[in-house]
């Protein structure tokens, strides 16, 4: 398995709170990539970044910032966490986007409830 | 706009049976092409992908999958699925530096 850490696995808290989520990769990937995954959606694009300080948005980006100071880390933040927040984050890598080495690696996963 | 289809939301099948899921993408430009699988509280891994070649690809787990370039579509086959078949599965289609997935498709396999 790649080697990709997301923190923490398993968050519960209160609407209105601060959330930030970490992935942590070791396998020195230029793309890095936060999803939320939720039943009948899919996986939905929430921000991606194609190199350290390079993010840009996705599909379902409203609610949510990053940050990628350096290349092994990103962060997603939830300035005020709302219920429609609630899913299950999922961070992925890519060492390309094209060719043979455009494939996605995924991390275990973090699963967010806002009460 | 890029997307993703994939028309069975939930597949139930007996064991030893045949199995094929549908899959089409819209993108204008040349496109990557990958199924992923996710069982039961796992993340998601690489069943196939293709990127160009033969139009038949090989994955693990005895799957495979076929690109026809003139419809559009990625469907993914296994001639004969097994109880530990059961998963969630989503196609996907890399275009530019994005990655597209499908709704997914949730596969039961009975004993």
């Known amino acids: 398995d790649a080697g990709i850490t997301q923190s923490p696995r398993h968050k519960v808290t209160e609407t209105g709170t601060p959330v930030t989520l970490r992935c942590h990769q070791t396998e020195n990937h230029r793309y890095m990539y936060w999803y939320r995954q939720d039943p009948g959606h899919g996986l939905r694009l929430i921000h991606y970044?194609?190199?350290?300080?390079?993010?840009d948005k996705g599909e379902v980006s409203d609610g949510y910032s990053v940050s990628r100071s350096k290349t092994e880390d990103f962060l997603l933040t939830l300035e005020s966490a709302t219920s429609s927040q609630t899913s299950v984050y999922f961070c992925?890598?890519?060492?390309?986007?094209?060719?043979?080495?455009?494939?996605?690696?995924f991390g275990e996963g973090s699963r967010l409830t806002v009460l | 706009a890029q997307s993703v289809s994939q028309h069975n939301h939930h597949v139930i099948l007996s064991e030893a049976a045949s199995l094929e899921l549908g899959c089409n993408y819209s993108?204008?430009?040349?496109?990557?092409l990958f199924w992923y699988v996710q069982y039961p509280g796992q993340h998601l891994q690489l069943l196939l992908k293709?990127?160009?070649?033969?139009?038949l690809v090989k994955g693990i787990k005895g799957f495979e999958a076929e690109f026809i370039k003139s419809k559009f579509s990625f469907n993914l086959r296994k001639p004969s699925v097994q109880w530990s078949d059961t998963a969630e599965y989503f196609c996907a289609v890399n275009g530019g530096n994005q990655f597209y997935f499908g709704t997914g498709t949730s596969l039961t396999v009975i004993p």
């Open positions: 992925a890598i890519s060492d390309g986007t094209g060719g043979e080495t455009g494939e996605l690696f």
């Open positions: 970044s194609y190199g350290v300080k390079d993010t």
């Open positions: 293709y990127f160009s070649g033969d139009p």
């Open positions: 993108y204008g430009g040349t496109v990557n």
